[in-house]
């Protein structure tokens, strides 16, 4: 595993057990990791994405949904990266959101990620046009295997991600 992977996954099996507490304090580190000289500099971006994203989880758990919300938005406000380029953004807190009714915030993030799919990968821009349109309809995006995208690092890890969010 790679150093962000490693990290990412650390902070993954930290949320899973419910350790918010300790993912926040993990989760500051790494982002003032992401702003020293210091720092593996290959995909900050990336990085980025995914703590906003935990950050808004822990959120949505304690029932913060405003704060989830706007975590929601800023994990799609990072410096450019090959791995969102490539493959776009999680939508595990999108989903988590839209399951519980918070469209506006997850129509908004979904049109940031139409802005930013300028410098990702082409067929990602469908799937998102075709969320969008769910959400203006008011139905529940079908996000399929998008949910799990970037935190199913192994098996044991996707099988307690799918657990925590069913698709």
């Not at 993990?26 to 950050?55: N, W």
């Not at 410096?79 to 959101?97: D, H, I, N, Q």
């Not at 995006?141 to 949910?147: A, G, L, T, V």
Request: charged content about 25%; glycine content about 2%; hydrophobic content about 45%.
């Amino acid at each position: 595993m790679n150093y962000y992977t490693t990290v990412i996954k650390n902070l993954i099996d930290l949320f899973l057990d419910k350790k918010f507490a300790v993912v926040e304090e993990e989760i500051r580190a790494v982002l003032e990791e992401t702003e020293s000289d210091q720092a593996p500099r290959k995909d900050v971006g990336f990085i980025k994405h995914i703590c906003y994203t935990l950050l808004g989880l822990v959120a949505f758990e304690e029932e913060n949904i405003d704060q989830a919300s706007k975590y929601l938005i800023e994990s799609i406000h990072v410096p450019e990266s090959p791995v969102l380029k490539t493959f776009g953004a999680s939508m595990l807190l999108a989903y988590k959101l839209s399951r519980i009714g918070d469209n506006k915030n997850v129509e908004l993030f979904l049109v940031e990620c139409k802005k930013a799919a300028a410098w990702w990968y082409i067929p990602l821009l469908f799937k998102l046009s075709k969320w969008i349109s769910s959400l203006k309809k008011g139905q529940k995006p079908q996000f399929e295997k998008n949910i799990y995208l970037h935190f199913a690092i192994d098996k044991n890890l996707l099988e307690r991600l799918e657990n925590y969010a069913p698709l």
